[in-house]
């Protein structure tokens, strides 16, 4: 049982460049997420979905797009990847919401270098 | 919108010291509370969460927390760290029926041994 799996673990990107963030999750969860982390501002929300096809903005979504086409499978695109989008992404996934009773499954996260 | 707030951004400690760390959050609905943990290299894991009921909640590895309603807080607790457990914890709170979890800045703890 693999849990939830982040491609790739590191990335360097120039200004503009766009690139796709891959979450996998092999645990049949409605609800994925992603959060970035920073020093000094803990992890923070830039979208989450409730299930296939539905999904929504969390507190920092702007420069950042996602698509839920199958259960599985919660990519996030960096459509032209800025200085500031220097992070550690985080994917994260749980059965039926954040608000039931079963945890957030994080993945190992992508430590992303926009340069 | 809900919002977080850990005011120890790290905290050293000695072995078997007591820890308590401080989570305060703003929101004035019903909350669904949860401390996370970090461990140097791995992935956030949950260490205990409050839905409902008593109030004083334990966790993984000795630690508890307790709510209290009227100071908006959910503090950490453990009567005796150990140097296993030097990590990052992040307090996070959830509004009940909404699909966003707010995480706090997060507390580094180190353990000396």
């Known amino acids: 049982n693999a849990g939830v799996t982040q491609t790739p673990k590191f990335q360097v990107l120039k200004t503009g460049q766009s690139m796709t963030l891959q979450c996998a999750q092999d645990m049949n969860h409605e609800y994925m997420s992603w959060y970035r982390q920073d020093p000094g501002m803990g992890l923070r929300l830039i979208h989450y979905s409730v299930g296939a096809g539905i999904t929504d903005q969390g507190e920092v979504p702007n420069g950042y797009n996602v698509s839920r086409s199958t259960t599985e499978d919660f990519p996030l695109r960096l459509l032209s990847a800025a200085p500031s989008q220097t992070s550690v992404y985080f994917c994260a996934s749980t059965d039926v919401g954040v608000g039931g009773n079963s945890p957030l499954h994080f993945g190992n996260g992508t430590r992303l270098t926009v340069t | ?113």
């Open chain 2, 1 to 113: 919108a809900q919002s977080v707030s850990q005011h120890n951004h790290h905290v050293i400690l000695s072995e078997a010291a007591s820890l308590e760390l401080g989570c305060n959050y703003s929101y004035g609905g019903t909350v669904n509370l949860f401390w996370y943990v970090q461990y140097p290299g791995q992935h956030l894991q949950l260490l205990l969460k409050y839905f409902s009921g008593d109030p004083l909640v334990k966790g993984i590895k000795g630690f508890e927390a307790e709510f209290i309603k009227s100071k908006f807080s959910f503090n950490l607790r453990k009567p005796s760290v150990q140097w296993s457990d030097t990590a990052e914890y992040f307090c996070a709170v959830n509004a009940r029926g909404a699909n966003n979890l707010f995480f706090g800045t997060g507390t580094r703890l180190t353990v000396i041994p």
